[in-house]
């Protein structure tokens, strides 16, 4: 009986090790490429086990559309030194993301820039919102340059 206990609490373990993996899969976004937008905040969600900012972005003809963008979760932004008053709604920001494969309006964080002007919210600083060197990237030594390095 005790045999038979454990082993099922090992197959529970091994199961939910799986479910936590594949649900943290950047497997909808194209992390190959990366996608620079400009807007003002409209929301911002900072919750667990994912962040989402949304942005309203202007086309080319002028026309507005709100993107739903997914950063890491409020503990992951609070250990890489974001806080919740860096960025607001209202606020303009400049984003670095991968686009969702499916073509909607949304994306995977990498960076963020509050634009906003008022430097001690950390106007004109980009941040990793993706809680680890960025979406797509395993560490710091592989991130892509930023502007400001090319």
């Not at 963008?69 to 503990?75: F, L, Q, R, S, V």
């Not at 494969?101 to 001690?120: K, Q």
Request: proline share 4%.
């Amino acid at each position: 009986m005790k045999v038979r206990f454990l082993v099922m609490a090992a197959i529970c373990a091994l199961l939910s090790v799986s479910a936590v993996q594949a649900h943290h899969s950047h497997g909808n976004y194209d992390t190959t490429v990366w996608t620079t937008m400009e807007g003002k905040v409209t929301e911002l969600h900072l919750l667990v086990p994912h962040s989402w900012l949304y942005v309203e972005v202007k086309d080319a003809k002028g026309e507005s559309t709100v993107w739903a963008m997914e950063a890491t979760g409020y503990g992951g932004l609070q250990r890489v030194g974001i806080k919740r008053e860096d960025v607001k709604p209202g606020d303009t920001v400049k984003v670095r993301c991968h686009l969702l494969r499916d073509g909607s309006n949304g994306c995977l964080l990498g960076f963020v820039t509050p634009m906003h002007g008022d430097s001690a919210r950390g106007h004109g600083v980009e941040k990793d919102w993706d809680g680890g060197g960025g979406a797509g990237f395993a560490d710091a030594n592989t991130l892509p340059p930023t502007p400001q390095q090319k």
